[in-house]
């Protein structure tokens, strides 16, 4: 992974509404949740949701996918685990051997 995809992608995860979106799908599982319900979950106002949503996946975290009317956002696992690897991969090299 690039510093500047992870450092993206920590900066989105940095905002308490990406993140409790974020949280919300992972919670729901690699399905996710229509938009819907993750706005009736976090009351979130709806133009609002749709940005936040539209940032989390521009930084691959959250992809979406269209089933007739319904718009679902299903949380990245392999994004997420890119991350979490990529921030602990060097762990402890700095300690004297």
Same mark, same amino acid.
């Given at each position: 992974?690039?510093?500047?995809?992870?450092? $993206?992608?920590?900066?989105?995860? #940095?905002? *308490?509404?990406?993140?409790? @979106?974020? &949280? %919300?799908?992972?919670?729901?599982?690699? !399905?996710?949740?229509?938009?819907?319900?993750?706005? $009736?979950?976090?009351?979130?106002? #709806?133009? *609002?949701?749709?940005?936040? @949503?539209? &940032? %989390?996946?521009?930084?691959?975290?959250? !992809?979406?996918?269209?089933?007739?009317?319904?718009?679902?956002?299903?949380?990245?696992?392999?994004?997420?685990?890119?991350?979490?690897?990529?921030?602990?991969?060097?762990?402890?090299?700095?300690?004297?051997?």
């Amino acid at each position: 992974m690039e510093l500047d995809t992870a450092a $993206k992608r920590c900066a989105e995860l #940095g905002n *308490t509404t990406r993140l409790s @979106i974020f &949280r %919300l799908l992972v919670k729901a599982g690699k !399905h996710g949740l229509p938009v819907g319900a993750i706005q $009736k979950h976090l009351n979130i106002p #709806g133009s *609002t949701l749709s940005h936040h @949503i539209q &940032r %989390l996946v521009q930084v691959g975290l959250v !992809h979406q996918r269209r089933d007739s009317r319904i718009l679902h956002c299903e949380p990245q696992f392999d994004a997420i685990r890119e991350l979490a690897e990529y921030l602990i991969s060097e762990c402890c090299s700095l300690q004297p051997g």
